[in-house]
């Protein structure tokens, strides 16, 4: 699923980013309204990994999205 998908259905999948990530509350979730980029600084944030890690954490999470 590319990220303009997963970007339009972002209420059914951010389901599936709590289950990623648990630690990304409602509200992060809610700010993040499907951007990419906003995942990403908030996984950075969250988990207090390099930039390069969140992306490729984004990235497979990308991949693997079943929406």
Known sequence: MNWDQIQGQ???V?????QKWGDLTEDDLSVIDG????LVG???EKYGCAK???EKQVKEFEA????
């Open 14 to 18: 951010k389901g599936q980013a709590q």
């Open 10 to 12: 972002w209420k059914q």
């Open 42 to 44: 908030k996984v950075q």
């Open 64 to 67: 693997s999205c079943n929406c």
């Open 35 to 38: 951007k990419r980029e906003e």
């Open 52 to 54: 390069e890690e969140a």
